[in-house]
Nanobody, 126 residues
């Protein structure tokens, strides 16, 4: 069992930055990553790390979003820069014990992920 708690969401103006945190109860996974749910759209995989900490970032956010981790705190961070209104949504952290990071980000597979956090809202608006 892996319990995930997200934090760091909030409201920001376009062009601003936010850093989301995902604290895990156990640092045991094959994939740990961030996903976004926008009303009316499919859930989108943003970025994830594998067991060795190697990151995979979706092309849609590459160059603006990046991952970092603090293993001692069992925390994965999503740094989001140059935020746009279309980045508004609920951001979730999820982990899996079988899928690789690229597989986990694949929207056709994300429903298979084993563990999900409760989400944190990000609103980008002027």
């Amino acid at each position: 069992q892996v319990h995930l708690v997200e934090s760091g969401g909030g409201s920001v103006q376009p062009g601003g930055s936010l850093r989301l945190s995902c604290e895990a109860s156990a640092w045991t996974f094959t994939a740990l990553g961030w996903f976004r749910q926008v009303p009316g759209k499919d859930r989108e995989g943003l970025a994830a790390i594998d067991t060795d900490g190697f990151p995979t970032v979706a092309e849609s956010v590459k160059g603006r979003f990046s991952l970092s981790q603090d293993v001692s705190k069992k925390t994965l961070y999503l740094q989001m820069n140059d935020l746009k209104p279309e980045d508004t949504g609920m951001y979730y952290c999820a982990a899996d014990l079988v899928l690789s990071a690229p597989q986990a980000l694949d929207v056709t597979r994300s429903d298979l992920l084993d563990y999900w956090g409760q989400g944190t809202q990000v609103t980008v608006s002027s």
